[in-house]
């Protein structure tokens, strides 16, 4: 009886169940490259002096245009 609680419990609220779950959705697809461009962009910003300033968010669009 108690076994089968903790069955039931454990496949009900184990993160690796709920972690697949999540994964396992459309949406994912998109908001996890979303999160860690975030992600990223957070950790630049930080890391790097200026990295948000007006000169060189300029320069980087210019350089993606030619690039891109």
């Given at each position: 009886?108690?076994?089968d609680l903790a069955a039931r419990l454990?496949?009900?609220y184990v993160p690796d169940h709920?972690?697949?779950?999540?994964?396992?959705r459309r949406w994912t697809d998109n908001a996890i490259?979303?999160?860690l461009l975030v992600?990223?962009?957070i950790f630049m910003?930080?890391?790097?002096?200026?990295f948000l300033s007006a000169g060189?968010?300029?320069?980087?669009?210019r350089?993606?245009?030619e690039f891109g």
């Open positions: 009886m108690i076994a454990r496949s009900r709920i972690v697949g779950e999540v994964l396992g490259p979303v999160l992600a990223l962009t910003a930080t890391a790097i002096p200026n060189n968010l300029s320069d980087t669009s350089q993606i245009g």
